[in-house]
């Protein structure tokens, strides 16, 4: 019962912008959008999050489009150490504690 | 901030014996979770605590596996007895539940391995 949808794998030139895409076309209203990444032989790390409207911090912008159904990751200048798996996650805001994780974006950031 | 600490980092365990996995989470936080991460079954919740009391343990896959939050700064997931098909990396997770953002800070994992 997947609720997103991402692309098995992604290669990413060093220093240039990476844009991880992500389908959530049965998104409900209160449901938000997370991003997290897991370096490989690490615990997954939060990234972003939104709900409608555009998101950035220190780490990434996520773009999400007007009918929520899909939304961008996007890691400004990306770095080998940006090379990970990402998880795109859709989260009911009335069960906030449950992530469920797919099978993710491999990025694979060149030099 | 030390983060979440897990320990062991690593345990080579043989069938049959029991195998107790600790977590200590961030001071503060409120929420707790233990995950496990396979490659055939990707990263799976497998209990949730809040304010030291389980919520939510569905994903616990049989009685073989119990965890326990005695107090906020101290958890414990034991399997016993521990069988080949629990090989896996687990990790735990905290949260402050209410915060701004409810996110997840994972620990670096223990890596099981039962023979």
């Known amino acids: 019962d997947a609720k997103t949808t991402q692309p098995t794998s992604m290669d990413c030139a060093e220093g240039r912008a990476a844009n991880l895409p992500c389908n959530h076309s049965?998104?409900?209203?209160?449901?938000?959008v997370y991003w997290y990444r897991q370096i490989h032989s690490q615990g997954p790390q939060y990234i972003i999050h939104?709900?409608?409207n555009n998101e950035t911090n220190e780490m990434a912008s996520l773009i999400i489009t007007e009918d929520r159904k899909s939304s961008t990751l996007i890691l400004p200048h990306a770095t080998l150490r940006d090379t990970a798996v990402y998880y795109c996650?859709?989260?009911?805001?009335?069960?906030?504690?449950?992530?469920?994780f797919g099978a993710g974006t491999t990025v694979t950031v060149r030099a | 901030d030390a983060g979440v600490i897990q320990s062991p980092r690593h345990e080579v365990t043989e069938m049959g014996q029991e195998v107790t996995l600790r977590c200590k989470p961030i001071?503060?936080?409120?929420?707790l979770f233990w995950y496990r991460q396979t490659m055939m079954r990707g990263l799976e919740l497998l209990i949730y605590?809040?304010?030291?009391?389980?919520?939510?343990d569905s994903g616990m896959p049989e009685d073989r596996f119990s965890a326990k939050m005695p107090n906020a700064s101290f958890s414990t997931l034991k399997i016993q007895p521990s069988e080949p098909r629990d090989s896996a990396v687990y990790f735990c997770?905290?949260?402050?539940?209410?915060?701004?953002?409810?996110?997840?800070?994972f620990g670096p994992g223990t890596r099981l391995t039962v023979l």
């Open positions: 996650i859709v989260r009911d805001s009335s069960n906030d504690y449950k992530l469920s």
């Open positions: 001071s503060g936080h409120n929420s």
């Open positions: 997770a905290s949260s402050l539940r209410g915060g701004r953002s409810n996110e997840q800070f």
């Open positions: 049965t998104i409900s209203g209160n449901e938000y």
């Open positions: 939104g709900l409608k």
């Open positions: 605590f809040n304010n030291n009391v389980p919520i939510d």
